[in-house]
């Protein structure tokens, strides 16, 4: 079985009755696969129409998703090339959206990369790099995309930091820096924004299995589940529904939080 066949499967069956965000679009970025793909059907299945990010590079992978939500959870979705660390790209993007799709209420910031190294030997093209798609993207898109969100009777902003933001890891300073800035704009972007009663928020995954940690050489992963106090690694649906929730009703009262789901490997 593919990756794509199994991440598919799991969907299957999944209660579709409980629509909280029926009438709402969302947009999130980096969403071919991985956790923002999980993140993009999870939104889906509680109504929200989708636009669906991420680079040319992944169009049929993206194309696969949108194809998924209007099929089998009786969504539109709509997919938008663009790299999300050129603001022009982005607001290339918006027009696009705006033409084919119309506006958003939820923006997600999930797009990210890694170029990790000891610090000594880091190229300043990869903190460059990691820094611009990780940092300035979350910049690009708000930015770009905030006059939706301000005119919308529920606007969301909700970014992907990570426990490496709050903790560090050694071998990813570019990494934890580009995610602690995110985790500050988050709480800066809040205050500003409760004006407009727009709700502004972060989510910090610790280890998530995702293709990335799985394909780790086993000694790793065991060396990396006896430091969680849960034994386990996350799960790409557990990350998603808390983005979920986020975007929801049920969490108009939270803003400038950052939700840790780490398993308790940092408290």
């Known amino acids: 079985m593919t990756e794509e066949k ?3 499967d799991e969907i ?9 965000l029926s009438g709402l679009s969302a947009l999130v970025t980096g969403c071919a696969q991985g956790i923002g793909r999980r993140i993009a059907l999870e939104l889906a299945k509680e109504g929200a129409d989708i636009v669906i990010n991420d680079l040319s590079s992944q169009k049929e992978k993206a194309n696969k998703v949108a194809q998924y939500i209007e099929s089998h959870l009786d969504r539109e979705a709509w997919m938008v090339e663009a790299d999300v660390s050129d603001i022009e790209d982005v607001k290339r993007a918006k027009t696009q959206v705006e033409e084919n799709f119309g506006k958003i209420d939820i923006l997600v910031n999930n797009a990210g990369i890694n170029r990790d ?11 460059d790099q990691v820094l611009s798609v990780n940092l300035d993207s979350v910049f690009n898109c708000t930015h770009t995309f905030l ?3 301000q005119d919308s009777a529920q ?3 909700i970014s992907l930091s990570s426990v490496v933001g709050e903790r560090g890891n050694i071998g990813q300073v570019n990494y934890a820096s580009s995610k602690a800035g995110i985790i500050g704009f988050t709480k800066a972007l809040a205050q500003e924004l409760v004006r407009d009663d727009v709700t502004v928020n972060a989510v910090a995954p610790g280890f ?5 940690v ?3 050489p086993e000694k790793v992963k065991d060396k990396i589940k006896k430091q969680i106090p849960m034994a386990r690694f996350g799960k790409p649906k557990e990350v998603a529904r808390t983005v979920t929730f986020l975007a929801s009703k049920d969490a108009s009262y939270i803003t400038g939080e950052v939700i840790r789901m780490n398993g308790g490997f940092y408290l």
Do not use: S
Not at 12 to 20: A, I, P
Not at 117 to 127: C, P, Q, S
Not at 208 to 212: E, G, L, Q, R, V
């Open 6 to 8: 199994n991440f598919f």
């Open 214 to 216: 799985l394909d780790m």
């Open 12 to 20: 299957e069956g999944l209660d579709t009755t409980c629509r909280r």
């Open 155 to 157: 606007g969301r902003v």
């Open 208 to 212: 998530i299995a995702t293709k990335m």
């Open 147 to 149: 006059d939706h969100i």
């Open 117 to 127: 190294n000891f610090f000594t030997k880091m190229e300043k093209k990869d903190w």
